[in-house]
């Protein structure tokens, strides 16, 4: 049975970092990300990593303050937040597929998903 399971969400101040985990289990996967879904918003990609290779990718508001990585040897996916926004402030989801995505920022071509992390960063 596949699960992700997201932990280390929280209440910050703005500028402040947070660490999110991503436990997988179950099968091994191509592509692991992480997407975001703030009140009223669609949910939309974060950052994605290519298991075979740790290329990584981001969206661009999040360029140069947060990091993906990986835990081989844990089967866990990271989310390194630095620099935190308010606007940064959502429920933040672990997703994974098990090939390569043609749309790395598509929802659409993630088949697997955790139940979501809260973070909330106040100004």
């Known amino acids: 049975q596949v699960q992700l399971v997201e932990s280390g969400g929280g209440l910050v101040q703005a500028g402040a970092s947070l660490r999110l985990s991503c436990a997988a289990s179950?099968?091994?996967?191509?592509?692991m990300a992480w997407f975001r879904q703030a009140p009223g918003k669609e949910r939309e990609i974060v950052a994605a990593?290519?298991?075979?290779?740790?290329?990584?990718l981001y969206a661009d508001s999040v360029k140069g303050r947060f990091t993906i990585s990986r835990d081989n040897a844990k089967n866990t996916l990271a989310l390194q937040m630095n620099s935190l926004k308010p606007e940064d402030t959502a429920v933040y989801y672990c997703?994974?597929?098990?090939?390569?995505?043609?749309?790395?920022?598509?929802?659409?071509?993630?088949?697997?998903w955790g139940q979501g992390t809260q973070v909330t960063v106040s100004s």
């Open positions: 179950g099968r091994t996967f191509g592509t």
């Open positions: 997703a994974a597929q098990l090939g390569y995505p043609t749309t790395w920022r598509a929802r659409q071509e993630y088949n697997y």
């Open positions: 990593m290519i298991w075979a290779t740790s290329s990584a």
